[in-house]
């Protein structure tokens, strides 16, 4: 198998890497000058990101940034170079600290440490499939520990692209999620928990809102289980790639389960089921907050989760702290890509071939939605191939890989 793959970058019109900057960042730029009412300093300076990162060189950022000579370390050889030309990871990483940087996020000002991605994270966390969601909850407790375990595992899996309340209800052979999860090392993940004695998992979290919900009840449901003794939430410092998680937005999720809606006061008949969902959602809510205070969840945050790095190059402290882990659980495409490369890999490579490097025992839950796989069987491959369709970026298919 070969060792080394094409690094993928975004210079190949119609590819999805070239998609991303010349289709999905621009509706992005969009959006966030609609949703907040920046200054013409800041507009100006968002409007000049945009132009130069479809069409210009990479520029670094300005002397001022407390960060300009990391990022001047990280893109050695890169800046004056066309961004296609950059690898696609890294150039989208520096996109991100771009617009922060435009957006004013870290300089003195009226805009410091004004998330630009706060408009969209609270308008899907108010929303009305999160009430669908947290009204699922109320079936968690018919359920037995084992299947409730792997309905949540489903839920943390899929996030974003499936609701709660399907994952709650659905067995693991039904249609629709037996056929889109294309790899399964489940039963290995709960039998690494279980042959721990008191277990210690980390959670590399990826996004906010309506993914952070179910990983946060899956977080609720090892420790009542006593599957983890203690869980590590690793979040980012700062605001990344849209939609990744916060501390910020770990507490308002966990603000969202505690004040859960029960139905209208006056309701009687038909109405106890969503009482129930209202107070499983709240004991769900109110055990994490607890959970919190004893040290039993602690949420961390590292430099490194924003940098434009593979996981094999996490420095000497973090990768201290992840090796104590009875298991790791990676979540989400971007960390996929930093734990695997962010390279053409051939899909059949094993996954511990790519993983090995990480200083615990890691398990990835991944919805595809970019080109990088590993650790599939052929014949899958040679099935979603037959297909004519573009199954790594579909966001229909997903994978739950362990290496242990």
Not at 73 to 89: D, K, T, V, Y
Not at 99 to 116: C, H, K, N, S, V
């Amino acid at each position: 198998m070969p060792t080394t793959a094409p690094v993928i970058r975004s210079d190949a019109p119609g590819s999805f890497a070239w998609s991303v900057f010349h289709e999905r960042h621009p509706k992005l730029i969009r959006q966030v000058l609609d949703a907040l009412p920046y200054g013409p300093t800041e507009r100006a300076a968002i409007e000049e990101l945009l132009a130069e990162s479809t069409g210009g060189v990479l520029e670094p950022l300005g002397p001022d940034a407390h960060d300009h000579e990391q990022w001047l370390q990280w893109g050695q050889g890169l800046f004056g170079r066309p961004w296609g030309e950059a690898p696609f990871l890294w150039a989208e990483s520096y996109f991100y600290r771009r617009l922060l940087e435009a957006t004013g996020y870290f300089r003195p000002g009226a805009w410091r440490g004004i998330d630009p991605f706060a408009p969209f994270k609270d308008a899907e966390l108010a929303g009305p499939a999160v009430d669908a969601e947290l009204a699922a909850l109320g079936e968690l407790a018919a359920l037995a520990a084992d299947k409730r375990g792997e309905a949540l595992l489903g839920s943390a899996l899929w996030g974003n692209r499936a609701d709660l309340s399907f994952q709650i209800t659905a067995s693991r052979g039904d249609a629709g999620h037996s056929s889109a999860l294309i790899a399964d090392d489940s039963a290995l993940l709960w039998s690494a928990l279980a042959a721990a004695g008191s277990p210690k998992v980390c959670v590399i979290a990826d996004n906010a809102g309506r993914e952070l919900l179910p990983d946060l009840v899956l977080i609720d449901h090892l420790l009542v289980s006593g599957q983890a003794a203690e869980v590590v939430l690793y979040v980012k410092p700062s605001p990344y790639y849209v939609s990744d998680a916060t501390t910020a937005d770990v507490l308002a999720t966990v603000r969202r389960l505690r004040s859960a809606p029960g139905p209208e006061a006056g309701q009687q008949a038909g109405q106890e089921a969503d009482r129930e969902a209202g107070r499983e959602a709240e004991r769900i809510g109110r055990r994490l907050w607890q959970a919190m205070n004893s040290g039993a969840l602690v949420v961390r945050t590292h430099p490194f989760f924003s940098a434009p790095l593979p996981f094999h190059a996490m420095p000497a402290d973090l990768r201290a702290e992840l090796s104590g882990a009875t298991l790791t659980l990676v979540k989400g495409d971007l960390n996929y890509r930093r734990l695997v490369g962010d390279q053409l890999w051939d899909p059949t490579t094993p996954f511990g071939e790519r993983a090995g490097h990480f200083p615990s025992p890691v398990a990835a839950l991944r919805t595809l939605k970019s080109d990088v796989i590993v650790g599939l069987d052929a014949a899958v491959v040679a099935r979603l191939d037959a297909t004519g369709e573009k199954w790594r970026t579909s966001g229909a298919y997903g994978v739950v890989q362990v290496h242990c």
